[in-house]
């Protein structure tokens, strides 16, 4: 695991799960990876759009998902997620294809889930506390003095605390992503993905955005998803960097690595230039 994030000494924040710690983390029991995508292919109608994916991601490690609009970035995390089934290929979650499992089955795989779609998704009629308190109310039995607790923590953790009685509709875009990321780590998730997580923020606020995100996963681990089209984003948070491409990864390694491959496809990617094998289509 890289350490860029700057934030290793781990002693500012509240919510004491560091890498040391390892009881919380059922995934590392398991022998297979905590997400693993294999020849996973899915069409609506005549379009298709994952065309025989396969990508183990790396466990407690960050990994960013780059690739063109509409090349199906969003709808493999919903893969992930269980959200939508595939045509066919598999998917596997902590060791287990989530396909072949009933629905129940997949809604306690949800529960190890944090996610962030590209919308941020927060209740628009509750408060930021509540927003964040919502999957806690939901899933667990935590008496409401223990949820308070958990909650404050988040906010704490995600510089929120003053905004907690606000609605989403008087945050700032960066104060939403922020409440969003407060409520996809409440449940404690081994698993947490972004879907463009800067998305509609200026530069300053994706930076400190992403400094967050590795300042949250220094202390408290997990695999990271994190889809992106911003290299910078990819650049400065990632540890794996993965290409996409119609439907399947073109490239797949340590951020590095990617970022010093001669591979033409790969260059162009991480250049966003427009001169190069890749087209529109
Ligand atoms: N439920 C759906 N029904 C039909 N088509 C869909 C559905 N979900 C996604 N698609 C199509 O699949 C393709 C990939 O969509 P996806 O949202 O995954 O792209 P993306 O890589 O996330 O793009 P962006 O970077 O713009 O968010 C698009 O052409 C989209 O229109
Ligand atoms: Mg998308």
Do not use: C
């Not at 997400?35 to 407690?60: C, H």
């Not at 795989?109 to 999957?135: E, I, W």
């Not at 409401?144 to 875009?173: H, I, K, T």
């Not at 993905?193 to 949250?216: A, C, H, K, W, Y």
């Amino acid at each position: 695991m890289s350490t860029n994030s700057g934030f290793g000494d781990g002693n500012t924040l509240p919510l004491g799960r560091s890498s040391g710690t390892s009881t919380v983390h059922r995934g590392e029991l398991d022998r297979e990876r905590n997400v693993s995508v294999r020849d996973l292919r899915k069409s609506f109608g005549d379009a298709t759009v994952m065309n025989g994916l396969t990508l183990e991601f790396e466990d407690n490690a960050v990994t960013t998902v780059l690739g063109p609009s509409g090349t199906g970035k969003s709808v493999l995390l919903k893969h992930i997620v269980g959200l939508l089934e595939p045509d066919s290929g598999r998917v596997d979650v902590f060791g287990k294809n989530i396909w072949s499992m009933n629905e129940n089955a997949r809604a306690e795989m949800r529960k190890r889930f944090g996610v962030l779609f590209q919308d941020g998704a927060l209740f628009g009629s509750m408060n930021v506390f509540d927003n964040v308190a919502f999957p806690l109310r939901k899933h667990t039995e935590m008496m409401e003095e223990d949820v308070r607790d958990v909650v404050w923590n988040s906010l704490r953790e995600v510089g929120l605390e003053a905004a907690a009685n606000r609605e989403p509709g008087a945050l700032s875009g960066g104060m939403r992503k922020r409440a969003g990321f407060a409520r996809a780590l409440v449940m404690q998730p081994e698993v947490v993905m972004f879907d463009e997580p800067d998305s509609g923020l200026d530069p300053v606020r994706t930076s400190l955005l992403n400094d967050l995100i590795l300042q949250v996963h220094e202390q408290h681990q997990g695999t990271y998803i994190l889809v992106t089209h911003d290299i910078e984003t990819a650049r400065k948070v990632s540890d794996y960097v993965a290409l996409v491409w119609q439907g399947t990864v073109i490239h797949y390694g340590p951020t590095a690595e990617a970022f010093e491959s001669d591979d033409p496809f790969v260059q162009q990617f991480l250049t966003g230039s427009s001169a190069g094998p890749l087209g529109m289509d």
